[in-house]
Structure formats: structure tokens, C-alpha cells
């Protein structure tokens, strides 16, 4: 008999007739689209049976290529593993083709039904099984970071803002929370708000950010940390796609711009147990929070310098943690205080939580949300205490000591036997592999600047 879902995906196409073709979508590592475009009368099959990647998938880099030291490919012949769809992901995507195409997440299994250990959607999932165990749900909510660029570059070949829809002029300043800016790109983001609507994602807050064509859109929260990351990877494309019909680009790397500040990736988290209570909440109303919060905390700074490789996971991502551009590089905490790595946000006792201020909107949000709740069940499995909390300018009270180095980040990682355990040795090397060899092959370029600075002084 046709499963529930397979229901649901008749009635879809029967309400959306104009709609004829679906794009099954996959995240890989890096947090990017992959998949299959098939015709509608092929989806309920794909309800019944699923699609047919390779494993490799997860072994490609951001070029496309895939790491053979990831033992994904050749290896074990290229072979397949089933993708079955995510509940809930079938949506129309308005922005493509006249609102003639369809999208649908897809998460990868073993042969056996199990899953596969390196679709980071499964990583996430075995990380919320271990708190489910606990007795614990996690309530997320994530902030993405983006920048608008002209698609027509400077006479160098450099990126550039935009020209405003309604100015026509390019923006040169910062303007932090300008809603004169939000105007000048109303129709724009007015598409993203109907398209986020028509995919059910959640939109909470837009605001203009920090530098000359940035912005930041916030998903609310959410009961459901996959559910949560589902939406930031879908956000992220839906973004990209109204841009290019703007005549604009969209783009989430980390530091686009050198001397402007870069993208981040912002992860607000609580915790609820069984009957629905906040364990971050102290009973007492005290604003401190509670116990558990204090654990949990203590295990995100522990575990902190080892998550760099995935908070940070390509080369321009560690050009993000430079000095004075609002990017955590100590392990600290405090209070309302936005100079830390972990943000205690002001507001009422049962919505308590703790925002992670360190990772960049490049990060792959299912590898992110995975050790963030890692690090908190390390902290609470161990009782861990925290240092007192920040209070001032941490940035000028200590020393970096965040790693801006990839080679040490990765082998930070690949020495931590917490993030081991809780990720799965196998997929860690795989990452390691797979992020390695990309490493390897962006040392073997040579920049513009170095040709500057050293080729005719040296």
C-alpha cells in the first residue's frame, strides 16, 4: 500500500498542476545542492522507492571533484546508496521557471535501511537521538548572514555592491540597521518573504547588516533541530535563486570583502525535556539560568577549538577571524554581550538560551547544529563549570586563541575524541579527508598578492 507521504505527494501535484518537474535535493559537506531533476509523473515512485547517488556525493569538494582519500569512490566502485525523502520538504519553488518546478529534500540510507554515516543530515540525527535518550529535545533557531553583489564586476575583476533598485546608487557606507536600506531592496526581499511563505520557512526578522550590501534574515525558532537546519539549507538556495531574478548575486562566502566585515552564522539553542520545560530556565526565575546552562556552556567552550574545522571549514573562512570585526575568537562567554563566542540573550526566564557567535554562513548548518549539541551534551554528560562569565569588551580583555590556521583546525579536530565519538569516527575521516585535499589543492594556487608583494623583491 502507498505510504502516508506518497498520499501527500499525489496531493500536491493535484493542487499544483502547473508544477512539472522536481528537483531531489541533497546537502553534501559543504553544504551545497546536489541531486536529481526528474518529471512529476516520476515522484510518486520516488515515495515509494527513493532515488538511486552515489556514495561519493559526500565525497566531492567544492569543485565538484571527488576525494578518492575519503574511500567514497573508486574504492568501493562508485556504487549507490538510496535517498529517500524528507517529510514535510515537498514545495513548490516560485522563483524557478515560472513557478513550474517543485523541490524535495532527500536524506541518504544504507543498503540496509540504515543510515548512511556521511549525509551530515544523519550525522545531525544521531547527535539528537543520544539527547532524546537524555530525555531532551532541542529548540533552535538560526541567523544567516549574506551579502548582494553586482553581477557585473570592477575594471580589476572584483566583486562590488550592487546598484540600488531605486537610486541607482552603489552603496559605499555601513549603515548598520538602516531600514532606509531595507527599502532600497524591498522588492527583493519581499520575494524572498513570498517564496519563504509558499515553502513554509519560517522567516522571523530581516535587518541590514553591517557593510555595503549585507544582510541578515533569522528563521524562528523551531522544536525540530532538523526541521531547523532543513530550512536554512532550503533559505540559502531560495536566497541565491530571487537574487538572480533581481539581477543581483547572492553570496554566503565567509569574508568576501577583506576590509569589511564577513558572514556569520548565528545558532540560537535551548533545551526541553520531556514535559516541555526549558532546562536552561532556572526554576527560581534567577537570570543566571539554570545549572544545565551553565554545563552546557562549559562543554560548547570546551569542545570549541576541536568544532573550528567545522565552524570553519575552507579557506576563506578563517579570514573572517581578524581582529575588531566582530567575530569571537576566544572561547568566552557572557551575558547580553555580543563581543563573546557564547551570547546569553537578555529577555524572559523560559526562553533562556544560548547563541553560538563563531561559525560562518558557509558552514554546512547540519555539521554546525551536530556539534553545538555535542558540546553541550559533553558539558552536561560531565558537569562541567564554566569560567565566570565576560563582562565588557572581551575582545580587548583576551588574547585570540581560536585557531586561524585550516591545517591546525582540521587536526584539531581529527585529535578530539569527544567530537569523534559523537559525529562517528567514519565520517570524520571522511571530512578530514575530503577538506585535506581541497586544502592541498588550494596551496598549490598562487595569489594576486603574492605576486605584489614578492615576485619582483624577493
Known sequence: MPSPSADQ???????????????????????????????????????????????????LDINGHTIEATGLGLAIGDSDRVCQPVAGTLMPTPWLRGGRQAQLLMTMIERDESPFFADPRQVLSRQLERLRERGLAPVAAVEMEFYLLDRERTAEGRI???????????????????????????????????????QGLPLDTTLKECAPGQFEITLGHCDDALKACD??????RLIKGVALNHGFEATFMAKPYGLEAGNGTHVHLSLL????????????????????????IAGLLELMPASMAICAPNLNSFRRFQPGLYVPMTPTWGFDNRSVALRIP??????????????????NPYLLMAVLLAGIDYGIDRQLTPPAPVEGNAYEQFEPTLTNSWQQALDLLEASEPLKAALGANFVHVFLANRRAEREQAMQEVSQLEYAWYLRHV
Open 9 to 59: 505527494a499525489r496531493e500536491f501535484l493535484a493542487r499544483h498542476t502547473d508544477i512539472d518537474s522536481i528537483d531531489l535535493l541533497i546537502s553534501d559537506l559543504n553544504g551545497v545542492m546536489r541531486g536529481k531533476r526528474i518529471p512529476r509523473e516520476n515522484l510518486d515512485k520516488v515515495f515509494h522507492q527513493g532515488i538511486n547517488l552515489p556514495a561519493s556525493v559526500f565525497a
Open 160 to 198: 562590488q555592491p550592487p546598484r540600488s533598485p531605486r537610486s541607482g546608487e552603489r552603496a559605499t557606507q555601513s549603515q548598520l540597521y538602516s531600514i532606509g536600506e531595507l527599502d532600497e531592496y524591498a522588492d527583493f526581499l519581499d520575494d524572498v518573504r513570498q517564496a519563504a511563505e509558499c
Open 231 to 236: 530550512s536554512a539549507v532550503l533559505l540559502k
Open 273 to 296: 525535556d520531556a514535559h516541555g520545560r526549558n532546562v536552561f530556565a532556572a526554576e527560581n526565575g534567577d537570570p543566571l539560568g539554570s545549572e544545565t546552562l551553565h554545563r552546557a
Open 346 to 363: 537578555s529577555g524572559c526566564n523560559d526562553a533562556r538560551r544560548i547563541e553560538h557567535r563563531v561559525a560562518g554562513a558557509d558552514v
